[in-house]
């Protein structure tokens, strides 16, 4: 540590991003829940030479293209719409100042490992609320608290997600409290709450263009809330950095979000491949959590998370494995082409047939 550094900062620990190998043509990558498939065609065609040329030029702080794209996609008005460098960003300000006056904020114990993070920052006082024996939220253990809410849903790493229901009766239980549904897996078998937003004021949907939409190299992330909402979003995005996404990204986001039909197609099948490579798994005797997101959550009796995520390495292969103690024997494993994950389901038997 630098003597310049604040001393508040000290003990900071920092979020661990999934490992990004420098070079990935022998290997598979099944541990950031990226997508196996390419953008849309028209995101190619758009980032074309003139607009390569234009880059000596600021995005529009507005992004006011991409956010009329989103409102059209969801059925808000484009006020309701701000956008972020990724979701991360959004989050960011949510973590910093959208929580409430007394400065809580409640989340899963076990998710998306960035919240901790965020209010050890921005020195808010995260509560984290224990998921179910079987790895689920309990929608009434967030009713009648007294700060902000932030799930994730379906949660990561579990791939487990509420319903409308369940999320509109924490809505109900907690009309002075902002409920922020962060939804960056949504598109894999959830429901968006998206369409609860004109009538609950308390609500903020974040998304992200990451996954289903083939971008998390682009850096787009977007919230949805009431106009009040996000004009207190945009007041902290314009204080913080009011080109947050550059001219490409703004192009890029615009062309995914308008391609309806690719953004179908694709989902769907990540889905279909998800639920081929979930019954093969449990036909090899492992435990897999039901998943409506591009991942799903896996354990087996027979090996350990840890050595399993091992010897995967030996085959050219990533997954995701985590040391907490209530999930050290699990390893997050992101939907690739069916191809990648036949080459993963052979590997696996071939671990197996050695123990």
Same mark, same amino acid.
């Given at each position: ?7 508040? *900062? ?7 991003? =999934? ?10 990558? !099944? ?5 196996? *498939? ?5 995101? !190619?065609?758009?980032? #074309? ?16 293209? !991409? ?18 460098? &990724? ?12 929580? &409430?006056?007394?400065?809580?904020? *409640? ?18 006082? &995260?509560?984290?609320?224990? !998921?179910?024996?079987?790895?689920? $939220? =309990? ?19 579990? =791939? ?13 239980? #907690? ?19 998206? =369409? ?47 080109? #947050? ?24 099948? $990540? ?33 350990? &998370? ?10 050219? $292969? $990533? ?37």
């Amino acid at each position: 540590m630098s003597r310049f550094l604040n001393s508040r *900062y000290s003990a900071l620990e920092p979020y661990t991003p =999934g490992e990004q190998p420098k070079v990935t043509g022998r290997l598979i990558k !099944l541990n950031t829940n990226e997508s196996p *498939y390419p953008p849309a065609p028209g995101v !190619l065609e758009v980032i #074309n030479n003139q607009e390569l040329q234009k880059l000596r030029l600021y995005s529009d702080p507005a992004a006011s293209e !991409l956010t009329a794209a989103i409102a059209d996609f969801y059925g808000l008005k484009q006020e309701q719409v701000m956008v972020g460098n &990724g979701s991360d960003e959004v989050l960011a300000f949510i973590f910093m100042a959208m929580r &409430g006056s007394n400065d809580v904020i *409640y989340y899963p114990e076990i998710s998306y490992s960035f919240y901790p993070v965020y209010c050890d920052i921005f020195h808010a006082h &995260g509560v984290k609320v224990p !998921l179910r024996e079987d790895f689920s $939220i =309990g929608a009434s253990d967030y009713f009648n608290l007294d700060g902000t809410i932030i799930i994730t849903n379906p949660n990561a790493p579990t =791939g487990r997600a509420l319903t409308l229901d369940e999320i509109e009766s924490i809505l109900i239980n #907690n009309e002075e409290n902002l409920v922020v549904i962060d939804e960056a897996y949504v598109d894999f078998g959830a429901d968006s709450a998206a =369409g609860l937003i004109d009538r609950y004021d308390n609500l903020m949907v974040v998304q992200t263009f990451s996954k289903s939409r083939s971008l998390a190299g682009a850096r787009i992330g977007f919230a949805m809330a009431s106009s009040e909402i996000i004009a207190d979003m945009n007041k902290l995005k314009f204080s913080f950095n009011p080109y #947050n996404l550059n001219r490409l990204s703004i192009l890029a986001g615009t062309e995914a979000m308008k391609d309806r039909e690719y953004f179908e197609d694709t989902r769907s099948r $990540i889905m279909e491949t998800r639920e081929k490579f979930v019954k093969e798994m449990r036909e090899m005797g492992f435990t897999v959590l039901p998943s409506k997101a591009n991942f799903v959550f896996a354990a087996s009796d027979r090996i350990s &998370g840890e050595e399993y995520f091992r010897e995967l390495r030996k085959y050219n $292969i $990533i997954v995701r494995h985590f040391s907490d103690s209530r999930i050290c024997n699990y390893v997050r494993i992101t939907i690739g082409t069916p191809e990648e994950m036949k080459s993963l389901t052979d590997a696996t038997r071939q671990i197996l047939s050695k123990r």
